[in-house]
């Protein structure tokens, strides 16, 4: 029994062991490793010599799904707007007074006539500063030499003179000493003497601005909320706004034949400023 069981335990070896020959001959391997070799083909296990296992086949790839394109978005509705303008007044009394004066002289010879200019400015100068204006508040607006000609009765004309002139813009921060400042330039100049006018107006139109602006922009709204209302919205938020035209300031002017012996009249009525803006609102 014992040699029937070896002979069989053989036989059955017999197929595994010829594989392993078949690879590896058996001058190639020890005993040792031809044992193992059999007994990892017998198990259908795969034994690797002396370097990396083989790689094995990758399993095929599912197909790739595609997904259908995504459909594009609607376009957002544009939103409704309104779009308006508002006018913004403010007005204030005077604080300062603009003088415009100046001198003027006709002599034969241009030299002369420069002469006699300079000596009227200079006394118009001084008769301002003995008023207590400042120098910084006096400026030079023009300069003039002109010839004069006088015109025959056979239509030719032949230059008789010249005539020089200079004018002056006089800022006067007490408006109630405009009087005497005039007073002191007519007196000082004699004949030579020019006023062309006063002008009253505020030494800063910054504050008088703002206010306008207020004024602007609460009309604009204010007419933007009819709007909304006579169309059935509601008014949204503010889109934009501009202020058009920059303004306008309107000093008061009095014109030279106010002035009467010297006075001037107190100055009536006030400064004003105006301010226009475009306004665009959403409405809901």
């Not at 036989?11 to 001058?27: G, K, L, M, V, Y």
């Not at 007994?39 to 296990?45: C, E, F, K």
């Amino acid at each position: 029994m014992s040699v029937r069981t070896a002979s069989a335990a053989s036989a059955a070896s017999t197929p595994a062991t010829s594989a392993a020959s078949a690879i590896f001959p058996s001058s190639f391997l020890s005993p040792v490793a031809s044992r193992a070799l059999t007994a990892v083909v017998l198990t259908g296990g795969l034994l690797v010599i002396g370097g990396a296992a083989p790689a094995m086949a990758a399993p095929p790839s599912a197909p790739a799904t595609v997904l259908p394109a995504a459909a594009p978005a609607a376009p957002a509705a544009a939103a409704a707007t309104v779009s308006v303008s508002g006018d913004g007044r403010a007005s204030a009394a005077p604080d300062i007074a603009v003088l415009t004066a100046g001198v003027e002289t006709t002599e034969p010879t241009a030299k002369r006539a420069l002469a006699a200019q300079s000596a009227a400015a200079d006394a118009l100068l001084a008769a301002v500063r003995e008023q207590g204006i400042d120098d910084s508040d006096v400026r030079t607006e023009s300069l003039s030499l002109n010839a004069v000609h006088q015109h025959t009765d056979r239509g030719a004309s032949k230059p008789t003179g010249y005539q020089a002139g200079q004018s002056f813009s006089i800022t006067i921060r007490d408006i109630g000493r405009t009087g005497a400042v005039m007073e002191a330039v007519t007196d000082a100049t004699g004949d030579a003497g020019r006023i062309n006018g006063v002008a009253f107006d505020v030494a800063d139109p910054s504050a008088l601005r703002a206010r306008a602006r207020q004024a602007a922009h609460a009309e604009a709204r204010s007419k933007a909320e009819q709007y909304a209302r006579l169309s059935g919205h509601r008014l949204g938020r503010l889109v934009s706004l501009a202020e058009t035209g920059g303004g306008a300031h309107r000093p008061l002017d009095v014109p030279t034949a106010a002035f009467s012996e010297g006075r001037v009249p107190v100055a009536s009525g006030e400064v004003q400023e105006e301010v226009t803006v475009t306004a665009v609102y959403e409405l809901e």
